[in-house]
Every structure is written in structure tokens, then in C-alpha cells.
């Protein structure tokens, strides 16, 4: 049972890695298309007070399309909501990651988040610790190692 637990949950950190990877890139290279270098530059520079506003600002786009998804599942239209509420976890990720990244000494001077921060990060790393060696972890790393150098070498 225990090689079972940690094997879920190598699974689901090597999906939130992979995740995290993938969205913050795709927020790097959306903020460098959409050309908002200085307002990255102006966010990472902000005061804790303007972070927080500008941490709520990703959840308050998010909201009305989980509200959204709500209501196509209400209205039995199962598929469509799922894929909505998808959709609208995948954006908030990356949009949360980018601002959260930009402006996390900021939001740490907040007792409450860095609280929650630190405790949270502090379960990571001991559920990473846990299936670091696992088989399926070790495995999951080297694809990852392997698929980055695939794509940069077809890029290049």
C-alpha cells in the first residue's frame, strides 16, 4: 500500500513539474509576444500592497469563466464545462505563476501568505524527498531531460 501511495504521488508531482515548467514558459514567451516587459519590470518593483492587488488580479479574470463552467455543467453539458474549468485552471496557473514569480518578496512581507507559503513549500519538499528515488520518479525525470533536449535541438 505504501509503494502504491508513493507512486501516486510521484505521478502527481512529476504532472504539477511538468505543469509548473511548461506554464511559466508559456507566460514568459506570452509576456514577451505581448510585449509587457515593463509592466513585469514595474510589477517585480511594486509595493507589497500593489502586488497583493495585482495577485488578485489573475483570479479575478479566472473567476467568471470557472463561474462559466459551473454553469455548462448545471445545464448538463458535461463535457463542455470540464474542459472549461480546464481551460480556466491551465490560464490561472500561468497567469498566477507569472505575477507570483514577479512579486513574491513582496507578498511574503504579508505574514498570512508567507505563512501559508512556507508551509506549503515545506510539504513539497518532503513529499519530493519521499519519491525522489522512486522508480517511476527517476524514470519520469530522464523523459523530461530527454524530451527538453529533443525540442531545444529541433529549435535550434
Not at 507566460?27 to 500592497?49: C, D, M
Not at 500593489?50 to 463561474?67: E, F, G, K
Not at 508551509?119 to 513529499?127: E, K, M, N, Q
Not at 519520469?140 to 529541433?154: C, F, G, M, S, Y
Request: contains cysteine; hydrophobic residues 60%.
Amino acid at each position: 500500500m505504501k509503494k502504491l501511495l508513493l507512486t501516486l504521488l510521484a505521478v502527481l508531482l512529476i504532472i504539477e513539474e511538468w505543469l509548473w515548467d511548461f506554464l511559466s514558459a508559456c507566460g514568459h514567451y506570452l509576456a514577451l509576444w505581448l510585449r509587457l516587459e515593463s509592466v513585469e519590470r514595474w510589477l517585480s518593483r511594486t509595493s507589497p500592497p500593489m502586488a497583493l492587488l495585482a495577485i488578485a488580479v489573475p483570479i479575478m479574470i479566472v473567476t467568471p469563466i470557472n463561474l462559466a463552467a459551473l454553469s455548462l455543467l448545471v445545464h448538463g453539458l458535461l463535457l463542455q464545462g470540464i474542459l472549461l474549468e480546464l481551460f480556466a485552471k491551465l490560464l490561472g496557473t500561468l497567469l498566477v505563476a507569472r505575477v507570483f514569480s514577479l512579486t513574491k518578496p513582496q507578498l511574503l512581507t504579508f505574514t498570512p501568505i508567507a505563512f501559508i507559503y512556507h508551509t506549503v513549500s515545506g510539504w513539497l519538499r518532503w513529499a519530493h524527498a519521499k519519491i525522489a528515488e522512486t522508480a517511476i520518479y527517476r524514470f519520469a525525470k530522464q523523459l523530461k531531460a530527454d524530451v527538453k533536449a529533443k525540442i531545444k535541438a529541433w529549435l535550434a
